[in-house]
């Protein structure tokens, strides 16, 4: 029997997952993460059950608000999509400025987001207090809320590095769609933070 | 990009844009806690799909990486589910 036919697909230098390495190595760190975000979540959704949980948000404007940052970040994530397939197709330029704008949004995403908590921290919410009971409900909106902010600042760090350096004619068309992945993550787990912190504790 | 990709991915963007618009308005008629907190998640399920499958491009991957990647997300959802849902249909809950 010689070598080829005894090797499968498994037994090394084979691409078995039709994705190249970068592409895998991130997917596997995003299921890690989504792992992280889903623990937080749970926390979150047991302390709900197990407390009178206060509705302090106001429709308006507390929800439109939010509403806001939610088609911000969506519309980031378009914009990305137009980066990776500019890359895709070797039109640096194209795909820097695409990715540019991408940076921006989610720059105009975190300047919202902390306009949103510094009202509530006037308000009195501070991870230890709050105005409403539940002491948890400030911890959990904090640190849901706070490691999603981290990641959308990581990822426009990461954004401006790779525009910049695309454009330039450093890193390669997977670089950028790796960022992608990375990108539409933040936008994924938003999708979920969104409905559970926001739209579940409008005050009726 | 295509043409016709590129105007898939605008249309995906939009349907989300619908869902979201749809969700808030939920939060607004405040149909009850139970009701509001299943037709969210259901919701949120479409959207996560809508991003994982044509933004991060996974349904046009090669299945058995999706096979490899979403069972977790799953069982992450079933999980929060298990303590929302009470917390969404328990007496009282408005």
Same mark, same amino acid.
């Given at each position: ?72 970040? %969506?519309?980031?994530? #378009?914009? /990305?999509?137009?980066? +990776? ?8 330029? =194209? @795909? ?46 904090? %640190?849901?809320?706070? #490691?999603? /902010?981290?990641?959308? +600042? ?8 790779? =525009? @910049? ?40 | ?94």
């Amino acid at each position: 029997m010689t070598m080829q036919a005894q090797s499968t697909s498994w037994s090394g230098w084979a691409n078995p997952l039709g994705v190249g390495r970068k592409k895998l190595g991130m997917w596997l760190f995003l299921v890690s993460d989504a792992l992280t975000f889903a623990t937080l979540l749970i926390c979150y959704s047991y302390f709900r059950v197990a407390n009178e949980w206060p509705k302090p948000f106001e429709f308006s404007p507390g929800i439109v608000f939010s509403s806001l940052m939610t088609l911000v970040l %969506l519309s980031s994530s #378009l914009t /990305m999509v137009f980066g +990776v397939a500019a890359g895709h197709s070797g039109e640096r330029k =194209a @795909a820097a400025k695409w990715l540019w704008l991408t940076a921006l949004g989610g720059g105009a995403f975190v300047a919202l987001h902390l306009t949103e908590w510094n009202h509530l921290i006037h308000e009195g919410v501070t991870p230890f207090s709050n105005p409403w009971g539940a002491p948890l409900f400030g911890a959990t909106f904090f %640190l849901i809320t706070g #490691l999603h /902010m981290t990641h959308v +600042v990581i990822g426009v760090v990461y954004l401006a590095i790779l =525009a @910049a350096g695309f454009g330039a004619g450093k890193f390669d068309a997977e670089d950028v769609e790796v960022c992608g992945l990375y990108w539409h993550f933040v936008d994924l787990v938003w999708m979920f933070v969104f409905p559970l912190v926001y739209l579940l504790s409008v005050s009726a | 990009m295509q043409e016709s990709n590129r105007a898939l991915m605008i249309k995906v963007w939009i349907g989300l844009l619908v869902l979201t618009g749809i969700e808030v308005v939920l939060a607004y008629v405040q149909l009850g806690q139970g009701l509001t907190l299943t037709l969210l998640m259901g919701f949120s399920l479409v959207k996560a799909w809508m991003i994982i499958g044509y933004f991060m491009h996974l349904k046009f991957d090669r299945p058995a990486l999706a096979w490899m990647l979403l069972p977790p997300f799953i069982a992450c959802i079933v999980a929060m589910l298990a303590y929302l849902l009470p917390d969404g249909f328990r007496a009282g809950g408005a």
